[in-house]
C-alpha cells in the first residue's frame, strides 16, 4: 500500500514537473510570449488584448497557481489558432492515434523480443542461437531515426508492399507498419536483456526438476523459465518509454500521422501556447500512466517484485 | 592494445574524412541553387544535390562534423559534472547517497526528448548551442549513476582509508583515488552518451527542431524522406551515415574503457 502511494506520488511529481517546466520554458525566458505568438510586427493593442487573455499581465505566481489549477480539471484555456475550440479538445482527439501507436508497438516489442530471447536461449536453433543475439545487438544499434526511413524506402518503393509516407488511405496497415517499425528496437532491447536473464536461468536446479519430473522442452522453457525471466523484460519495457515516445513522435512526422507529436509541431510552429501546454502534459501522462502499468503487470506475474517494488 | 587501436579507427577516419570535406570542398554547405535541385551525383557534386540544390557532400560533412563537436562536448560536459558527483556521494554515504540516488532514478524515467522540445519552443530561432544546453542539463545522469555504483565498492578498499588515515582532503581522494579508478568504466559511457547525442540531434532537427541553416543529418533525412521517390540516394546516405556515426562512438567508448554503460536516459 505504501508502494502504491509512493508510486502516485512519483508519477504526479513527473507530470507536474514537467508542465512546470513547459509553463516556465514559455514565460521565463527572456522575450515577451504575446511578441511570440502575434510576431513582431504586432499592434500594442492586440499584444495587450492577448497578454490579458493569457493571463500574461498577472504576477508569475498567480499564473502559475491558475495554471496548476486549470491542470487539475484538464483546464487550459482555449486554442488560439482555432478559437472556440478548448485545447483539451484538441489534445484528446490526438491522443487516440498515438496511445493506439505506442500500445501496439509495445505489444509487438515485448512479444518479439521474448520470442527471440527464448528461441536464443533455448535448444531448438543448435549452434544457430549465437547469431539470435549477434542480431540482437546489431538492430539495438541501429537508431530508429536511420532505420524507419531506410525500412520504408526499401518496402515502400523498392518492393511496393506497404503504404508511402504521408498516404492517407493508410488505415489500420498503416497503423500496423508504423508501430512494427516504432518495435523493432524495442524488440532487440527486450530480447538482448531477456536472453541474457533467460541463459543466466538455463542452469537453475528447479529446471532440472520440471526436466526429471517429465517436462517436456517448450513447457520447460515457457512455462517454468520465462515467468523468472519477465522482471527484467518488464522493466526493460518501462525503461525504454520515454524512447518509445519520442520515436512516435519521429515516426508521426515520417509518415505524417496525426497524433499527439504532430499537434505538438503544429502548436510550436504557430505558438499557440494553450495547445502546447495541453499536449505536452498529456504526453507526460500518457508516459507515466504506460510506466505504471509497466510496474503493475510485473507485480502481477512476479510476487517476488509486491514487496520489493 | 593492437584490438583498442582498431577500435578507434573508424570513428578518426568519420572524423577526419568529414574535416577534410568540409575544409576541401568548395561549396558551402549553404549554397542554395534551386536549379541543381536534385542533381545526380557528378564530378563538381561527387554525391548529387538535395532539396533546393544543397550540395549533399558538403552538408552531411558539416552535419557530420558538427554533431560530432556537439556531442562530444556535452558528452565530456555530463562526464565533468556526473563523475566527481556520483564519487563524493558515495564516498560520503548516508542521505546524499540516497538523494543522488533517487534523483537519477526520477530523472531517467523522464521523458527527454518532450522536456527538449518544451524548453526548445521557448527559443524564437533554436540553434545547436540551445539543443546542446538542454543536452547538458541531462547528460551528467548516467555518468553520476555509473560513478555512484561504482564509488560505493572503492569507498571500502584499503588504499582510500590510507589516504583519509594521511591526512587527504575529500577533494584530493576524490581527484586522486576515485576519478581516476572510475575512468575505465565512465570512459565506455563516454562513447555511448556521445552516440545518444548525435542521434538525439539529429530526431530534433528530423521533427523540426534543429539549427534553422538545415546543417544537421536529421535534416538531411528529412530532406531525402520527402524526395525518396525522386531521388533516394539523399536518404540512403544520410541514413547509413547516422548509423555509422553511432556504431563508431559506441565502438570507440569501448575501445578507451572496459566494462558496461547505462545509455542516455531516452535515447531511440
Known sequence: MKQLVLRLVEAVAIVVLLATAVFLALRIVPGDA????????????????????LHLNEPMVMQYGRFLHGMAFGDFGESLRKPGVTASARVFDALGPTASLAFTSVFLGALLGT????????????RARGWIERALVAVASFPLLALAPLLTWV????????????????GAPGTLFAASLLAIPLAAHVGRIGLASLSHLGRAQFLLTARAKGASTPRTWILHALPNALGPIVTVVATQLGALLGGALVLERLFERPGLGSLILEAYASRDIPVLQAAIVASGGLFVIAQMGATAVHAWVDPRARSAA | MNRRFWNLVPMASLATGSALFALLGSTPPTELVPERAFCVPSRAHWLGCGDAGVDVLAVASHAELRGLALAGIVALIGWTIGTPLGALCAYRGGWPDRVLSRTCDLLQAFPTFLLAITTLAAVQRPSRVHVGIVFAFLAWIPFARL????????????YVDA??????????IILRH??????????????????????????????????????????LIEQGVFSMLRAPHVLVLSATLLFVTNASLLIAGRALGAGRSEGFPGTF
Do not use: N, Y
Open chain 1, 115 to 126: 520470442l527471440s530471447a527464448v528461441l536464443g536461449a533455448g535448444p531448438w536453433l543448435g
Open chain 2, 147 to 158: 560513478a555512484l555504483t561504482e564509488a560505493r565498492v572503492l569507498r571500502t578498499m584499503l
Open chain 2, 163 to 172: 589516504a583519509r588515515a594521511l591526512g587527504a582532503s575529500t577533494p584530493a
Open chain 2, 178 to 219: 576515485f576519478i581516476p579508478a572510475l575512468s575505465r568504466t565512465t570512459a565506455v559511457q563516454l562513447g555511448s552518451s556521445a552516440a545518444a547525442l548525435v542521434v538525439s540531434e539529429a530526431a530534433l532537427a528530423f521533427v523540426g527542431f534543429g539549427p534553422r541553416d538545415g546543417v544537421s543529418l536529421g535534416s
Open chain 1, 155 to 170: 518496402l515502400a518503393i523498392r518492393l511496393r508492399t506497404c503504404a508511402l509516407p504521408g498516404d492517407p488511405d493508410a
Open chain 1, 34 to 53: 504575446a511578441l511570440l505568438v502575434l510576431g513582431d510586427h504586432a499592434s500594442p493593442e492586440a499584444l495587450a488584448e492577448l497578454r490579458a487573455k
